[in-house]
């Protein structure tokens, strides 16, 4: 019997975020996919150090890999340190991977990295969401929410 998954993730120590990605897609669904890290990306993530800004997700021959994320060479690390913007595998069920890639084919979305971190296991996660691009004016009413939000805020405070 599966084991169920829980509703959100178990981040312990968030190492890059990409927070631009929540204004510039609609998020319909996400994923947690593990890693397959070298040894000195290990050490270099726990740093704090780890940039997922301009980095997406595909699917290539039935697997999922993290393109163009970068981690930047371990300051200590020697000869056998790894290239900063190398191709990732991500982990992942085959039936997860399945639905991913009916949802880019059919339905025109995107695999975009929303977070790297590590759970309470100490293991590196990656939190993948199954989004669909802005338009320009979905972006103006975001703005407008998210001012309206704030200056709420301000009226409530002041006047309670």
Do not use: C
């Amino acid at each position: 019997m599966a084991r169920p998954t829980p509703k959100t993730f178990d981040k312990q120590k968030t190492v890059a975020d990409n927070r631009r990605a929540r204004f510039d897609y609609f998020i319909e669904d996400t994923f947690e996919a593990g890693i397959a890290l070298q040894g000195t990306e290990v050490k270099a993530l726990r740093g704090g150090e780890g940039s997922i800004r301009e980095s997406y997700a595909e699917v290539r021959d039935g697997q999922a890999w993290l393109i163009n994320a970068n981690i930047p060479e371990f300051s200590h690390g020697n000869r056998n340190n790894h290239e900063p913007k190398r191709p990732r595998k991500l982990l992942l069920h085959a039936r997860e991977i399945e639905r991913m890639v009916g949802a880019v084919e059919r339905k025109g979305m995107t695999l975009i990295p929303l977070s790297i971190y590590f759970n309470s296991r100490g293991r590196a996660k990656v939190e993948l969401g199954l989004a669909k691009g802005k338009q320009a004016q979905d972006k103006r009413q975001t703005i407008k929410e998210r001012d309206w939000k704030r200056d709420k805020a301000r009226l409530l405070r002041d006047r309670g």
